[in-house]
């Protein structure tokens, strides 16, 4: 028996694996699907030095697991394919140790396929669906329950301390060439406590956050095109909704990609913004408070400022956070965020009118 075999019997016993491949073009862990002559798994080998604390990793996602799939049950549905299903260990827990490093395993949902290029509205429509039912499932969940896994993710006064502590150090002597878009991230600092103060407040409920809302974390199905369920939960952890709805309208909502260096190309697109909000606000609709809705044209701002600033405190820092392949990558991604930051502003109006006729009033 190898070390792969050893691994899989943990949670599968004697079922013998014909094959292991790799799949996915996921960036955090490694990710293999393991055929049996009965059944189809995915194995995955937990990225620990992203989430130190393993077991309050995978309590979240038992969490979060269990409670769609009561809910999809409530509903009379099929719940293999609405949420991940992980297998326990002889350990009684859903990951094992073995050699120092940690593995989980769940079944791989068939029929379906991912997409890693946004290239359509449809998609995106599809994609706020997603998202929007996914919210939608928690609305009866105390998200407090959840562990807050990475601390102060999307805390953007704390990440504008961030920013302005690599400015101070100044450790690669960069600052001087950059004063135009450290002034752009200080000018919007009273934009900034704008979510925290709120939830500080409880003027925003607290929620169950995925944190990675892109394309490629959804299962659409093949036969249909539709959206199956929402995968890659690592990430899930107590925040706000207008977190997701924010950065996937961020990363969405454009044609440029992150590090487009011809800064004309970056657009911010109000047919892909009108297509995410329709689907999300479609299938969240009723679980959004009012507060919630009105904050929704401010989500994606906040969120591509934050995303902005840590690139550009990356860049002051020398790079140690955000893997770079050129010289300034992190400002050159940096200088897409503010722009699509400036694009947003100039459309804030616009957005509110969308939402405002998505949810009829
Ligand atoms: N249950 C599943 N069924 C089918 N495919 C899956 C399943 N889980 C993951 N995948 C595939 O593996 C890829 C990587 O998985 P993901 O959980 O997103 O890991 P990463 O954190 O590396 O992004 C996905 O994009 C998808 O193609
Ligand atoms: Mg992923």
Redesign the pocket.
Known sequence: MNNMDNIISQFIGNAKAEDISP?????????F?VKTPHSKY?L?KI?TSVFPDVDALMSNIDKVTHHIQKKVKECGKNPSRAT?NFLTAPNGKKYICYEGNYYRM?????G???IEKMDNPVNFYYSGKAFGEFANFFTDFDASLLVETIKDFHNTPKRFKDFEQAIDENRKGRVAYVCDEIEFVKSRRDFMPLFTDKLAGNALPLRVTHN?TKL??I?FDEKTNMPVTV??L?TVMPGSYLYDFGDAIRFGATHAAEDEKDLSLVDFDLDLYRSFAKGYIEESGNSLTDEEINMLPYASIMLTLECGMRFLTDHLNGDTYFRISRQGHNLDRARTQFKLVSEMENNVENMKEIIDELVGR
């Open positions: 799949i996915g073009n996921g960036h955090i862990n490694s990710t699907l995915v995955q990225n991940l769940y079944d791989f949902i068939d379906t396929f991912t990675d490629n974390n299962l995968i890659d690592d």
